[in-house]
């Protein structure tokens, strides 16, 4: 796809790559690249940066500075009483007050 393509002309930080095999090997180390969701979505995030986040006279590619995983469990800690209160999962079904 056009999002695997833009990921795999990332540039990586030291001595540029002689070959698309010694790229992949680079690239791996930041892109896990059996994670289809996150290879497509970091794809087109850098596509939409090409398009619209242009720099400088000479309209230079962006530069990324890293690439990290999102583990929502990493971020938020929520019990059963906050999940409870919130409604954000609700184990009966709820009416929604309208008639179809």
Aim: charged share 20%; glycine share 4%; proline share 3%.
């Amino acid at each position: 796809s056009s999002c695997l393509r833009r990921v795999k002309r990332m540039e990586v930080p030291g001595k540029p790559s002689t070959c698309e095999q010694e790229q992949l090997v680079k690239l791996s180390a930041f892109v896990d690249f059996s994670c289809n969701s996150l290879v497509r979505a970091a794809g087109a995030l850098l596509k939409y940066l090409d398009k619209n986040y242009r720099t400088g006279l000479d309209m230079e590619t962006p530069m990324v500075l890293f690439i990290s995983s999102l583990v929502l469990e990493q971020i938020l800690t929520m019990d059963q009483s906050a999940f409870t209160a919130l409604q954000v999962f609700s184990a009966s079904a709820q009416l929604s007050g309208s008639k179809a």
